[in-house]
């Protein structure tokens, strides 16, 4: 992408990076100030809730209002569009979800670290021998979050509408807990093309014009009904099913 055709939102005025600036100084507070509960909780076996609070905190920092439609169900898995790395803040500010992500992120320390602390479970896509152990880590972060996010398309779109759902994403779900339902999730934001990290724009990059945003990022969480029946019958008719609502429903949010 040449600078003729680059969005103006690529690039950050000089006058914004003071904002950058404390925005990701108060992250960092924030960080400081959680970490040291989390472990103290976690060593009193204590409900955890620390890790609720930074994402949502730094969802805050850097902008995001959020607006709930719907009803979230406990002990939910939520099947949910992705569009931004604020998808997360957002949805753990509303249900306090875990996620699943991709096995490729464990292999970073830091990040397989932060991402245990919110009982983040790791898909391996091609690996139906570890289905059994994903299962069992699906059962505990649901019992022990109250909700589990998994994003089908495998990466971010840019909100204006769906990739396909990949069914191998959903391998995780298809023996699911007794009393889980699957719920599928729309994320709507207002000004999605801004917000999207797609093409060829670095992940910091993204990071970054997001924080230089003066402007609110506003965000509408629709919590569609669960899925029953037939749309339960294996992963295949699982991401089928979540899809079809989620793209009627942001048919009738536009």
Known sequence: MDEATAPQSMRISLFAWPLVALRIALMLA???????????WRLLGLPRFWPRIFLAGTGLIAGLRVTVRGAHHPNALLIANHVSWLDIL?????TGSAFVGHSGLASVTLIRHLCAMNDTVFVARHDRASVAEQVEQVRFAIADTGALTIFPEGTTSDGTGLLPFKSALLSAAE?????????????AYEEAAEMAWVGE??????????LARVRPVRLVLHFLPELEGEALAGRKAIAAAAQAAIEEEMGRAR
């Open 30 to 40: 924030l960080l400081m100030v959680c970490l040291p509960g989390y472990y103290l």
């Open 90 to 94: 957002a949805i753990a500010r509303a």
């Open 175 to 187: 023996e699911l807990p007794g009393g889980v339902t699957v719920q599928p999730l729309l994320l």
């Open 201 to 210: 724009e670095h992940g910091l990059t993204n990071f970054l014009r997001i």
